[in-house]
C-alpha cells in the first residue's frame, strides 16, 4: 500500500463510493450534502490546495489502484499536531484491514514527514467499526462532544481520539 496527493482524476471514486446517505454523514460530518458531487469534490480538493496546513491523500493497492482516501489539517508546527480526517475505503475493499493500513500510513506521514508527535480525529460514536480501528492502531479517546452533529432525527456524539508518537 502507498499514499499519493489526491487529484482531479481521483473524483470518479469517490463518487462511487457513497451510496448511502448515513454512512455519508459520517465521512463528511455535515461539511457536503448527499448526494456527493463533482462541485463539492472540486470545492474540497481547492479548500486543501488553498490550506498551507492541509493536504489530501488517496491509498493505491499494489496494482496502483485508488482504494482509500484521508486528509491531514490543521497542521501546528509549534503544537507539534496534525488532525486527519474525511478517512474512507472503497465499499468493495472493506473488511480486509485497508482502513488499518490507510490510518497507519497517514499517520506515519504525520509523525515522519511532517516530524510532528501528536495525531488527532474524531469519530462518531455511530460508527464504533471506525473507532475499533483507530483503536487497533494506537489511537486512544481523549474526549467526547456531545451532540457534535445532527443527522434527521439522530444526534451524534463525536469522539475526539489521539496517538502520540
Not at 463510493?17 to 461539511?31: C, N, P, Q
Not at 499536531?81 to 474512507?88: E, K, L, P
Not at 464504533?128 to 483503536?135: L, S
Request: include cysteine.
Amino acid at each position: 500500500m502507498r499514499l499519493r496527493p489526491y487529484k482531479k482524476t481521483d473524483e470518479k471514486y469517490l463518487l462511487k463510493w457513497f451510496d448511502d446517505e448515513r454512512k455519508f454523514y459520517m465521512w463528511s460530518a455535515g461539511i457536503y450534502k448527499y448526494p456527493l458531487d463533482k462541485e463539492q469534490l472540486s470545492k474540497h480538493r481547492q479548500t486543501f490546495e488553498d490550506d498551507e496546513n492541509g493536504w489530501v491523500f488517496m491509498m493505491l493497492d499494489e496494482a496502483g489502484m485508488p482504494i482509500g482516501h484521508v486528509a491531514i489539517k490543521n497542521v501546528d508546527y509549534k503544537a507539534n499536531s496534525a488532525h486527519i480526517g474525511f478517512i474512507v475505503v472503497d465499499p468493495e475493499q472493506r473488511g480486509k484491514g485497508y482502513g488499518k493500513k490507510l490510518v497507519n500510513l497517514i499517520t506515519k506521514y504525520a509523525f515522519d514527514i511532517l516530524n510532528v508527535d501528536r495525531v488527532t480525529l474524531n469519530v462518531f460514536e455511530v460508527n464504533p467499526a471506525a473507532k475499533k480501528c483507530y483503536e487497533s492502531v494506537g489511537f486512544k479517546v481523549e474526549s467526547r462532544k456531545k451532540a457534535m452533529l445532527k443527522y434527521n432525527d439522530e444526534e451524534w456524539d463525536a469522539y475526539f481520539m489521539v496517538k502520540n508518537k
